[in-house]
Every structure is written in structure tokens, then in C-alpha cells.
């Protein structure tokens, strides 16, 4: 049986900083994405992590969001730094493979 489950949430001011994980289980963290839905707004994917290793980022959180996988672990995280009150959102992991979901963690960025 697949499972994802988000982890890392929480309520953070403009400037802060918030790490994600993902862990999961009956599935490789070889490749994963991070999505996100905002209130009032449809699911964006945020990052892509391949199993070349190689990742992908959304414009609106290049050069802040890093996107990386632990195989050892079973586990991806996103690093966000230099939040925005607009990165307030649900954030959940997917694998591609299979299309699993996690629950999701609640990020909230105050102004």
C-alpha cells in the first residue's frame, strides 16, 4: 500500500524560512513533485524532483524553494526560504508514478 504523509507546516513570517517532508512508503522518492493550492485557487505544481536528479522549479518560487530527495530515507523535502505571503497554501507531495497524494500541511506566511 502507497502512503505519503507531509509533515513541516506551520505559521511563519514574510522573510522566514520552512522545510517540508515527505515520507513515504510502497513507493520510491525517485521522482516527486510538490504542489501546492492556495485559497480559492487551483492545485500549481511548485517543484520537480527526476531521478536523473535533476529538478524543476515554478517561476514563483525559483531561487527560493529546493526540491530534494533522500532515498535512503524514502523522503523528499522542500526547503522554502525568503517566504512570501503569497506561499500561503496547502502543500502536498505526489508521486507521478501511479498519481499518489499526500494529505497535505497547511503553510501560513504572515505580512
Known amino acids: 500500500q502507497v502512503q505519503l504523509v507531509e509533515s513541516g507546516g506551520g505559521l511563519v513570517q514574510s522573510g522566514g524560512s520552512l522545510k517540508l517532508s515527505c515520507v513515504a512508503s510502497g513507493i520510491s522518492v525517485h521522482t516527486m513533485y510538490w504542489y501546492r493550492q492556495a485559497p480559492g485557487k487551483q492545485r500549481e505544481v511548485v517543484a520537480r524532483l527526476f531521478s536523473s536528479g535533476n529538478a524543476w522549479y515554478a517561476d514563483s518560487v525559483k531561487g527560493r524553494f529546493t526540491i530534494s530527495g533522500d532515498n535512503a530515507k524514502n523522503t523528499v523535502y522542500l526547503q522554502m526560504n525568503t517566504l512570501k505571503p503569497e506561499d500561503t497554501a496547502v502543500y502536498y507531495c505526489?508521486?507521478?508514478?501511479?498519481?499518489?497524494w499526500g494529505q497535505g500541511t497547511h503553510v501560513t506566511v504572515s505580512s
Open positions: 505526489n508521486s507521478p508514478v501511479g498519481d499518489y
